[in-house]
């Protein structure tokens, strides 16, 4: 058995169909006529464009607007005058071919985005060097490989597919991707996602195991891989697959319902987002609202800071979008495992201590928070717009924000600019600090919002990356649940909404705890939100408390689990 990084849920029995690109090999060649050359050039780079074009068309009309983004980043990539000029520079600088040139700079740019580290980066780098070939295959008349035709039950096996590849395939005939390379969040992941293909990602030697034609299973949700497993096993995941997609059919039925126990206690299942397009899922989900904006991915992945004017037309088209459902937008939470290149920020010794979130918008507050903040409040007018503070660890962080959103809204009513004047300002409880003193922000905040990601971290001491210490990475640690339950109680004390925007919030075996606790608010990816759905109808918190307490009166991890596995488990036979 292999075992690689889940990227798309599901399971995928098939037959392997071992996806190379021929290898092209680039030579430098000294050319005479180097206008002639030039033009040969961009010959080749208008039809890749025009390819590029059409890839984005059909995505669009196949499977969404969001998904053909990525081919317009290609688009993006092709257009960009500094890298076509670099490469006629260099034809007529150096008299070389076409392909040569494409090479030595598109290998340039690829490897400073590769060596910058983070993972969009990497995804940039695996953009440039996609167009990179696919420009030298235009001009060496070279088809790159066709994966739109293959046989019914293929499985797609290749060293890293790229997004143009993976944008080619037709969701018909592939029953699963396994890859060498790639990680959850690269693009051709999120493609098959999109196309519901069961994927797995960065299996380590993986095509040294594997030829073409053998039998291949895989799991998407675990990350799981088989090379001709036996009879049983292929029996067992054969059904496995009928569970997953009778399930998924299954979880239909509760697109419309409410999300109320069977005590009568309502509570919202609502999403976290990263961008304004990933509204589309919540809305298929059937969502009850934003529980998490993640703003800082609107940062990512540019070479400039957005305007407050491209912000607010984020902010509003996520508001406007979700009709009057709430929409809590939180501040930008930069610094730790996120960095922004042109933030300037230099590297922390200890990153997750220090200088993020919070802490840096409140010293960057002219060029960086306000304008977020002003955006956020201009685009409060168009929806139930919330603003979420991240990171505080003490009382004085949230009245700074606060009293900047006071000099915001003085501001806009000089100026007759409309806004929500009983906009909402809450927090994120997710670090120590806050939870030992969440009754005194209790009195101020509006809500809160546990993120227990974080809070996990700070309670145990423990990098949330790092896997040489993620054995102590759990949210049924005894000091977890412990302050888990602290800050849903002051909150609720102080009668204030307490939501959930971390992973522990769809997460079956947590759900019974935090409902006994009082939750009001579960916010977590788009489609895990039917899910967690069909479990609070499925409870009665009076009878859920018995439930916790036995739980909160464990004093390890592994057994606190094992009794919310057995007791889930019970429920669900
Ligand atoms: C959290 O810390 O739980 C959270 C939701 O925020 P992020 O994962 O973005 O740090
Ligand atoms: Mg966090």
Do not use: W
Not at 23 to 46: C, H, M, P, S, Y
Not at 75 to 92: F, H, K, Q, W, Y
Not at 335 to 362: H, Q, S, T, V, W
Request: aromatic share 6%; charged share 25%; hydrophobic share 40%.
């Amino acid at each position: 058995m292999y075992k690689g990084t889940s990227a798309s849920a599901g399971i995928g029995i098939g037959k392997a169909v071992i996806v190379e690109e021929a290898q092209l090999v680039i030579t430098r060649q000294a050319v005479n006529n180097v206008e002639e050359e030039v033009q040969r050039f961009k010959g080749a780079l208008d039809e890749t464009i025009k390819a590029t074009e059409k890839l984005a068309e059909d995505l669009a009309t196949r499977v969404g607007e969001k998904e053909a983004e990525i081919m317009q980043g290609h688009m993006m990539l092709l257009a960009d005058p500094m890298l076509t000029g670099e490469i006629e520079n260099s034809v007529r600088n150096d008299g070389v071919n076409s392909e040569y040139a494409i090479e030595n700079v598109c290998n340039m740019y690829a490897d400073m985005f590769a060596s910058m580290g983070d993972e969009l980066m990497q995804q940039r780098a695996t953009d440039m060097r996609d167009i990179k070939t696919r420009m030298q295959q235009m001009l060496m008349g070279i088809q790159s490989v066709d994966i739109s035709s293959l046989p019914e039950g293929s499985i797609i096996v290749a060293k890293d597919l790229t997004p143009s590849m993976t944008a080619g395939i037709n969701p018909a005939n592939v029953t699963g991707i396994v890859t060498e390379l790639g990680g959850k969040t690269s693009h051709s992941a999120i493609l098959a996602r999109a196309l519901e293909i069961p994927a797995v990602v960065a299996v380590t030697g993986f095509m040294d195991g594997v030829k073409d034609g053998d039998q291949v299973v895989l799991d998407g949700s675990t990350g799981e891989v088989y090379v001709n497993p036996d009879q049983a096993v292929t029996a067992d995941y054969e059904e496995k697959r009928k569970q997953f997609l009778a399930e998924k059919k299954e979880l239909e039925q509760y697109i419309g319902k409410p999300s109320v126990t069977k005590d009568g206690v309502q509570v919202e299942i609502v999403a976290n987002i990263g961008k304004p397009e990933d509204v589309d899922k919540v809305l298929q989900y059937d969502g009850e609202g934003i529980g998490l904006f993640r703003t800082e991915f609107l940062f990512m992945d540019r070479n400039a800071m957005p305007t407050e004017e491209e912000q607010f037309e984020a902010y509003k088209k996520v508001a406007a979008a979700m009709n009057g459902k709430p929409v809590i937008i939180r501040t930008l939470d930069i610094g730790g495992d996120k960095e922004i290149p042109y933030m300037g920020l230099e590297k922390d010794e200890n990153p997750f201590l220090g200088y993020r979130a919070i802490r840096f918008c409140l010293d960057r507050r002219e060029d960086v928070y306000k304008p977020q903040l002003r955006a956020l409040l201009r685009a409060s007018a168009f929806g139930n717009i919330r603003i979420m503070v991240p990171l505080v660890t003490c009382i004085e962080e949230y009245r700074q924000a606060k009293a900047l959103v006071e000099e915001i809204k003085k501001e806009l009513d000089e100026k007759g600019i409309a806004y929500n004047k009983d906009i909402q300002v809450g927090i994120m409880v997710e670090t120590a600090a806050a939870s030992l003193i969440a009754d005194i922000f209790a009195k101020e905040a509006d809500f809160f919002s546990i993120g227990t990601n974080d809070l996990t971290q700070y309670t145990m001491s423990v990098d949330r990356g790092n896997k040489k210490v993620s054995y102590l990475y759990s949210t049924f640690n005894p000091a977890v649940l412990r302050s888990i339950k602290h800050i849903i109680a002051c909150g609720r004390e102080a009668g204030i909404m307490v939501g959930m925007c971390g992973e522990a919030a769809s997460d079956p075996m947590m759900i019974p705890l935090l409902l006994a606790f009082g939750l009001n608010e579960f916010s977590m990816s788009a489609s895990a939100i039917l899910k967690a759905r069909k479990m609070v109808t499925q409870y009665s918190v009076e009878e859920l408390q018995a439930v916790a307490d036995k739980a909160m009166s464990f004093a390890t991890t592994a057994e606190t689990e094992q009794y919310m596995r057995d007791f889930v488990e019970k429920v669900t036979d």
